[in-house]
């Protein structure tokens, strides 16, 4: 049903994804957002070692646990999720996933920096930054691993 459902192009709400637990994503950690030019999720290890995972390997992951979804299909919603979770971040929502996280942006005001070479004082424009702040079943995996 879920293939079907996202094939036959229905928004992202209306789907289930009963199917995507903490388990099935490798105990991705919150890092995407923060990493987001290198796009790679940071996971904890067997051994509880930092590793690193990028999001084809999320895919294959995934897709490996869950035989009854095509890879292709498993893309696409991994792909949606992260889109639609950038598109909220864009309009300054919040996303919530709970037990994972939450999603927001935050605001920095505008300040004066220096230039780290020449000491010079250097107006910082106020921008929005995305910000995570780990659910509580995610912290408890990830301290109690």
């Known amino acids: 049903m879920l293939r079907r459902a996202f094939l036959l192009g229905f928004p992202l709400k209306t789907m289930s994804f009963e199917w995507l637990t903490l ?3 490798g105990r991705a950690a919150h890092d995407f957002f923060h990493k987001t030019g290198r796009a790679r999720l940071s ?4 051994e509880g070692g930092d590793l690193q995972m990028t999001k084809s390997e ?5 897709a490996a646990r869950n035989p009854h979804l095509y890879q292709r299909d498993v893309e696409r ?3 949606s999720i992260f889109e639609e979770i950038s598109k909220a971040l864009g309009r300054g929502d919040r996303v919530e996933l709970r037990g994972f996280g ?3 942006v935050k605001n ?3 300040r004066v920096g220096r230039n780290p070479r020449t000491g010079e004082s250097v107006s910082v424009d106020e921008k929005a930054v ?6 509580k079943q995610l912290r408890d995996l990830l301290n109690n691993a």
Request: aromatic share 12%.
């Open 77 to 79: 919603i991994v792909t």
């Open 102 to 104: 939450a999603f927001s």
């Open 23 to 25: 388990d099935s994503l």
């Open 108 to 110: 920095r005001d505008a």
């Open 58 to 62: 999320l895919i294959a992951q995934i």
């Open 130 to 135: 995305p910000y995570f702040k780990t659910g």
């Open 43 to 46: 996971t904890l290890g067997p």
